[in-house]
């Protein structure tokens, strides 16, 4: 990590003598900036740190008192930063040339000698309803959050600029909630409403356009870019995945205004929710938007440790705004988060059974009819836990099986020419040499009266810390009684008895073939299977059996699941035999086929989603040592930092009570996030402009007040409900100024963070296409279901591997908003990328909008914007050229052109038709005649406009 360089840096000057110091405001700004680096969570020079009290006012590896609290004289900070010795003063004059400023140094004095009083950073306290406060210009604010507006800017001696021009107003409202521009028609009745009822005529636009299905449409693009959604899984090949639908719950849970809060906890934890709503187990989906890595060769542990480490990064970037990630490897540098806090959290996602499959199992079914998407949700709910509950009937069971036998072999072989197979002395089998994938292991041993069959298969270490091996499955076991005369009777098996449920083989199907039972892709602790026979007899004398255990599946890709140690024993019980062989057993495994059978019927698409382990199959999750998965420490169970809001539990926690957490009142980040966050997508800049960095590291708010009043509105008055909330933004009068900024605005706020005028920015990435869709009159209202694939420059879009290709939409789904467009990691939409939108590898907390010459191209030359060029031509519709242009600019911004601009366009359309009327082949690619060609590019540039790409 690096610390922003203008991270409160004003913070050096000398304070009012009566004025106390505070610790967050004058002091950790100096400490972050020229200490912590060497003395705080990553590195402790010296053995001190910074970042917890009670190791600043410890004693350093000198022996001496670092901070005495009363005493600036006893105290080793003030000595190391007087001192004149360079080879003890701090900072370090090779590093810090210029030290301390003098005002640095009297604060640190003055907060020890006041008693060096500590405090949380601002992010980490609770958010408390601030104090209205005593305005000048009582009767500009409409709300309360006006109030903290106005009063930063007369602290500043700025006014707020007049209310912007009605067209002004409606053109940013509607790009901001519903991500479209006005049409016409909306300008004319909003035109009609202020004559009508001035004071209700915005309340009336506003709520129309919340309730518009377009609002979730607009709204998702911005929660998309968190999720890291895409259409394909990332890394190398970048193949396609279907997951659209988990765009479409996020589209429709958007425009149903579902609370913030059931929105966390439906996509953290759908798969946990007791009475789960259709939908729900899609919802979860959004942890599944991790990159997959389909690569032969690749380990599937790693990139499955990797997925569940950017599902913390992800949870703690999106809804916390904080630098988490960095305790990976070390505790943090900045913030008092400890190393340990990594991995308990990791402890809420380790334990999913997800594990970088190419098939992405588990995944869910996405009904083609809503309709039957709760009988879909509920059949396989039924199915997953009706499958434990017939395993779990017979498992006591076998638990209780008496007279086991430890298997002694008179001969143990692997098909394998290079394998080797060798029983020990305490009846384990070990496996070495190179076993392949469809390795055989033979055991031979006397044969006697067989019950049931145990199967322990163990890991190679005896330490748990190291029990993450290559997996070892057995996808059929097959044994003989070979009879004196050579003569093989084959003993047939019911059913297979596993200790826990894993994985995507069924156990059960060992008997037939192609099932498998074991530890797939990673053996993580020894797994023990009971193959029932269907028939308990006894064996004639002098007798063999020949055990068969076959390999039939691959980790990898490339490496064989076998088995490298494992053990067998035999007993003649009868008890499973005569259980599985029960008419009541055969019921129950009827009932769940005919459940099985009834959920394949329901049409529909396999998306990935999130799915707990069973308890029984609970990863054990341990810390890495420096971040190095391969080198584990002590087990963690999961849990809540305390620095925000976590406490002791003598229950294990789960991934549902973390989700309830995020949103809860514990939790002093959450809220102010999403507020922040909201804020910033209307007005252009965050609160906190670092939207990703509410800690240390990242820039401070430059209102406060303002910020944790929005906060606890939307969490406590709204209830988390975003609409309401987007409501009394877009109505306030903040929002409501007119974007022209006056010389000392400009100078006291560039960036409008103090909202010292109305909001102007350009448009994202998705409205630019939008909008050229909308006045080009192509656009499609369609809504939902697979990505299209617009028209897009030849040769950009190469598909390593699959050979798939860009096959461009027909229809109407050639002209369907930018959302649904295909998503590709590695070769993403030109004009998005082109327009800063993320290529989502990973979460994207914030876009930077730059304004490069690129941009430009695009919309000059993409062969998208020549289409809406041509479009939007023909509906530029007059008796002369300058009534068409001039209707061509009110569509484009609902005011009426001035002069000098139709004076400049109709110039532009002459020039144009004249070079066209010279080149019929250049003419005739854009239109039957030069006069419309000509007006095609007038329309082109009229697209390309700073007036148009800005609302």
Same mark, same amino acid.
């Given at each position: 990590?690096?610390?922003?360089?203008?991270?409160?840096?004003?913070?050096?000057?000398?304070?009012?003598?009566?004025?106390?110091?505070?610790?967050?405001?004058?002091?950790?700004?100096?400490?972050?900036?020229?200490?912590?680096?060497?003395?705080?969570?990553?590195?402790?020079?010296?053995?001190?740190?910074?970042?917890?009290?009670?190791?600043?006012?410890?004693?350093?590896?000198?022996?001496?008192?670092?901070?005495?609290?009363?005493?600036?004289?006893?105290?080793?900070?003030?000595?190391?930063?007087?001192?004149?010795?360079?080879?003890?003063?701090?900072?370090?004059?090779?590093?810090?040339?210029?030290?301390?400023?003098?005002?640095?140094?009297?604060?640190?004095?003055?907060?020890?000698?006041?008693?060096?009083?500590?405090?949380?950073?601002?992010?980490?306290?609770?958010?408390?309803?601030?104090?209205?406060?005593?305005?000048?210009?009582?009767?500009?604010?409409?709300?309360?959050?006006?109030?903290?507006?106005?009063?930063?800017?007369?602290?500043?001696?700025?006014?707020?600029?007049?209310?912007?021009?009605?067209?002004?107003?409606?053109?940013?409202?509607?790009?901001?909630?519903?991500?479209?521009?006005?049409?016409?028609?909306?300008?004319?009745?909003?035109?009609?409403?202020?004559?009508?009822?001035?004071?209700?005529?915005?309340?009336?636009?506003?709520?129309?356009?919340?309730?518009?299905?377009?609002?979730?449409?607009?709204?998702?693009?911005?929660?998309?870019?968190?999720?890291?959604?895409?259409?394909?899984?990332?890394?190398?090949?970048?193949?396609?995945?279907?997951?659209?639908?988990?765009?479409?719950?996020?589209?429709?849970?958007?425009?149903?205004?579902?609370?913030?809060?059931?929105?966390?906890?439906?996509?953290?934890?759908?798969?946990?929710?007791?009475?789960?709503?259709?939908?729900?187990?899609?919802?979860?989906?959004?942890?599944?938007?991790?990159?997959?890595?389909?690569?032969?060769?690749?380990?599937?542990?790693?990139?499955?440790?990797?997925?569940?480490?950017?599902?913390?990064?992800?949870?703690?970037?999106?809804?916390?705004?904080?630098?988490?990630?960095?305790?990976?490897?070390?505790?943090?540098?900045?913030?008092?988060?400890?190393?340990?806090?990594?991995?308990?959290?990791?402890?809420?996602?380790?334990?999913?059974?997800?594990?970088?499959?190419?098939?992405?199992?588990?995944?869910?079914?996405?009904?083609?009819?809503?309709?039957?998407?709760?009988?879909?949700?509920?059949?396989?709910?039924?199915?997953?836990?009706?499958?434990?509950?017939?395993?779990?009937?017979?498992?006591?069971?076998?638990?209780?099986?008496?007279?086991?036998?430890?298997?002694?072999?008179?001969?143990?072989?692997?098909?394998?020419?290079?394998?080797?197979?060798?029983?020990?002395?305490?009846?384990?089998?070990?496996?070495?040499?190179?076993?392949?994938?469809?390795?055989?292991?033979?055991?031979?041993?006397?044969?006697?009266?067989?019950?049931?069959?145990?199967?322990?298969?163990?890991?190679?270490?005896?330490?748990?810390?190291?029990?993450?091996?290559?997996?070892?499955?057995?996808?059929?076991?097959?044994?003989?009684?070979?009879?004196?005369?050579?003569?093989?009777?084959?003993?047939?098996?019911?059913?297979? !008895?596993?200790?826990?449920?894993?994985?995507?083989?069924?156990?059960?199907?060992? !008997?037939?073939?192609?099932?498998?039972?074991?530890?797939?892709?990673?053996?993580?602790?020894?797994?023990?299977?009971?193959?029932?026979?269907?028939?308990?007899?006894?064996?004639?004398?002098?007798?063999?059996?020949?055990?068969?255990?076959?390999?039939?599946?691959?980790?990898?890709?490339?490496?064989?699941? !076998?088995?490298?140690?494992?053990?067998?024993?035999?007993?003649?019980?009868?008890?499973?035999?005569?259980?599985?062989?029960?008419?009541?057993?055969?019921?129950?495994?009827?009932?769940?086929?005919?459940?099985?059978?009834?959920?394949?019927?329901?049409?529909?698409?396999?998306?990935?989603?999130?799915?707990?382990?069973?308890?029984?199959?609970?990863?054990?999750?341990?810390?890495?040592?420096?971040?190095?998965?391969?080198?584990?420490?002590?087990?963690?169970?999961?849990?809540?930092?305390?620095?925000?809001?976590?406490?002791?539990?003598?229950?294990?926690?789960?991934?549902?009570?973390?989700?309830?957490?995020?949103?809860?009142?514990?939790?002093?980040?959450?809220?102010?996030?999403?507020?922040?966050?909201?804020?910033?997508?209307?007005?252009?800049?965050?609160?906190?402009?670092?939207?990703?960095?509410?800690?240390?590291?990242?820039?401070?708010?430059?209102?406060?007040?303002?910020?944790?009043?929005?906060?606890?509105?939307?969490?406590?008055?709204?209830?988390?409900?975003?609409?309401?909330?987007?409501?009394?933004?877009?109505?306030?009068?903040?929002?409501?100024?007119?974007?022209?900024?006056?010389?000392?605005?400009?100078?006291?706020?560039? %960036?409008?963070?103090?909202?010292?005028?109305?909001?102007?920015?350009?448009?994202?990435?998705? %409205?630019?296409?939008?909008?050229?869709?909308?006045?080009?009159?192509?656009?499609?209202?369609?809504?939902?279901?697979?990505?299209?694939?617009?028209?897009?420059?030849?040769?950009?879009?190469?598909?390593?591997?699959?050979?798939?290709?860009?096959?461009?939409?027909?229809?109407?789904?050639?002209?369907?908003?930018?959302?649904?467009?295909?998503?590709?990691?590695?070769?993403?939409?030109?004009?998005?990328?082109?327009?800063?939108?993320?290529?989502?590898?990973?979460?994207?907390?914030?876009?930077?909008?730059?304004?490069?010459?690129?941009?430009?191209?695009?919309?000059?030359?993409?062969?998208?914007?020549?289409?809406?060029?041509?479009?939007?031509?023909?509906? %530029?519709?007059?008796?002369?050229?300058?009534?068409?242009?001039?209707?061509?600019?009110?569509?484009?911004?609902?005011?009426?052109?001035?002069?000098?601009?139709?004076?400049?366009?109709?110039?532009?359309?002459?020039?144009?038709?004249?070079?066209?009327?010279?080149?019929?082949?250049?003419?005739?690619?854009?239109?039957?005649?030069?006069?419309?060609?000509?007006?095609?590019? !007038?329309?082109?540039?009229?697209?390309?406009?700073?007036?148009?790409?800005?609302?």
């Amino acid at each position: 990590m690096r610390l922003h360089p203008l991270i409160l840096a004003s913070f050096t000057l000398p304070l009012a003598a009566e004025e106390p110091v505070d610790f967050n405001r004058d002091i950790r700004p100096i400490l972050t900036k020229n200490c912590t680096t060497c003395h705080g969570g990553v590195k402790q020079a010296g053995g001190t740190s910074f970042i917890y009290r009670e190791d600043a006012l410890g004693i350093g590896e000198s022996g001496k008192t670092i901070i005495v609290p009363g005493d600036p004289a006893a105290s080793e900070l003030m000595r190391r930063i007087t001192s004149s010795d360079p080879d003890e003063k701090m900072p370090p004059p090779h590093e810090h040339p210029h030290g301390l400023e003098k005002a640095q140094i009297e604060l640190l004095e003055r907060w020890i000698r006041e008693g060096a009083k500590w405090g949380e950073h601002w992010s980490f306290q609770k958010p408390e309803e601030p104090p209205l406060p005593t305005l000048t210009n009582a009767q500009w604010p409409k709300s309360d959050l006006d109030r903290h507006v106005l009063a930063k800017l007369e602290a500043k001696d700025l006014a707020p600029m007049p209310e912007a021009p009605p067209a002004e107003w409606l053109r940013r409202v509607t790009l901001d909630l519903t991500g479209l521009p006005p049409t016409l028609e909306e300008w004319d009745a909003f035109e009609k409403a202020i004559a009508e009822s001035p004071g209700t005529a915005k309340e009336a636009v506003a709520d129309r356009l919340l309730a518009s299905p377009h609002f979730g449409e607009r709204w998702a693009a911005m929660w998309l870019d968190l999720a890291r959604y895409s259409d394909t899984t990332g890394f190398e090949k970048d193949p396609h995945r279907d997951i659209w639908p988990f765009r479409d719950w996020v589209i429709r849970a958007l425009n149903a205004d579902m609370p913030f809060d059931k929105f966390t906890q439906k996509q953290l934890a759908g798969d946990l929710l007791e009475n789960p709503e259709p939908g729900d187990l899609i919802a979860s989906a959004f942890h599944r938007n991790t990159q997959n890595n389909t690569e032969g060769g690749t380990d599937d542990e790693e990139y499955r440790v990797a997925a569940v480490m950017d599902r913390v990064n992800t949870t703690w970037t999106a809804w916390n705004a904080t630098t988490f990630a960095c305790i990976q490897c070390h505790a943090h540098p900045y913030d008092p988060f400890p190393h340990e806090d990594y991995y308990k959290f990791m402890a809420f996602f380790d334990s999913s059974e997800d594990s970088d499959l190419n098939n992405e199992f588990p995944k869910t079914k996405s009904a083609d009819d809503p309709a039957q998407q709760a009988e879909a949700q509920r059949l396989e709910k039924e199915i997953r836990l009706g499958r434990d509950v017939l395993n779990k009937e017979v498992l006591a069971l076998a638990r209780e099986t008496t007279g086991w036998q430890t298997v002694k072999a008179d001969s143990a072989t692997a098909s394998a020419a290079t394998g080797k197979l060798e029983q020990q002395a305490d009846g384990v089998f070990l496996a070495s040499g190179t076993n392949p994938t469809n390795t055989v292991f033979t055991v031979t041993l006397p044969a006697s009266r067989l019950g049931v069959l145990r199967l322990d298969i163990l890991p190679t270490s005896d330490d748990p810390a190291k029990w993450s091996e290559f997996g070892a499955v057995v996808t059929k076991l097959e044994i003989d009684r070979v009879l004196p005369d050579g003569t093989r009777q084959p003993v047939k098996l019911k059913e297979v !008895v596993a200790d826990f449920i894993a994985g995507p083989h069924d156990h059960n199907g060992v !008997v037939q073939g192609g099932g498998g039972f074991g530890d797939y892709p990673v053996l993580r602790g020894p797994r023990t299977g009971w193959f029932v026979a269907e028939k308990v007899e006894d064996s004639p004398a002098d007798s063999k059996f020949e055990i068969r255990l076959k390999h039939g599946v691959t980790c990898n890709e490339t490496q064989g699941c !076998v088995m490298r140690k494992f053990r067998l024993a035999i007993s003649p019980d009868e008890r499973l035999t005569t259980f599985v062989t029960s008419p009541g057993r055969a019921d129950s495994w009827k009932a769940h086929g005919e459940l099985r059978q009834a959920y394949q019927a329901i049409p529909g698409i396999m998306i990935p989603v999130m799915q707990e382990r069973l308890p029984e199959a609970t990863r054990d999750t341990r810390v890495f040592l420096r971040g190095n998965r391969m080198t584990k420490d002590v087990p963690v169970q999961p849990a809540i930092p305390s620095l925000t809001g976590g406490g002791t539990s003598d229950s294990r926690m789960t991934r549902l009570d973390m989700a309830a957490w995020l949103t809860g009142p514990e939790n002093p980040l959450a809220a102010r996030v999403m507020a922040n966050r909201l804020w910033a997508e209307l007005f252009g800049t965050g609160i906190v402009e670092t939207q990703e960095d509410f800690g240390s590291s990242g820039l401070p708010p430059v209102n406060q007040p303002l910020l944790d009043h929005l906060a606890l509105r939307l969490r406590d008055h709204h209830r988390w409900h975003l609409k309401p909330f987007l409501r009394e933004l877009v109505l306030s009068a903040s929002y409501r100024q007119s974007s022209k900024a006056t010389p000392p605005a400009l100078a006291a706020d560039p %960036m409008n963070q103090l909202a010292s005028r109305g909001p102007r920015q350009r448009l994202s990435a998705e %409205m630019v296409r939008d909008q050229a869709l909308l006045v080009s009159g192509l656009l499609s209202r369609k809504q939902y279901g697979k990505p299209v694939y617009p028209p897009q420059p030849e040769g950009v879009w190469k598909s390593v591997y699959s050979g798939a290709r860009w096959d461009t939409s027909q229809g109407e789904d050639r002209y369907r908003r930018a959302l649904y467009t295909y998503s590709k990691r590695t070769s993403g939409y030109p004009a998005f990328l082109t327009f800063d939108a993320p290529t989502r590898d990973v979460c994207s907390a914030r876009r930077i909008s730059t304004n490069t010459p690129l941009q430009a191209l695009v919309t000059l030359n993409d062969p998208a914007h020549i289409e809406f060029a041509r479009a939007f031509a023909k509906r %530029m519709e007059g008796a002369t050229v300058e009534e068409r242009l001039a209707l061509g600019y009110k569509m484009l911004t609902l005011q009426d052109a001035p002069q000098p601009v139709i004076g400049t366009l109709a110039k532009l359309h002459a020039e144009a038709k004249a070079d066209y009327e010279q080149s019929p082949a250049e003419s005739a690619k854009l239109a039957p005649t030069p006069d419309e060609a000509a007006m095609v590019l !007038v329309a082109n540039t009229l697209l390309n406009s700073d007036i148009a790409l800005t609302r």
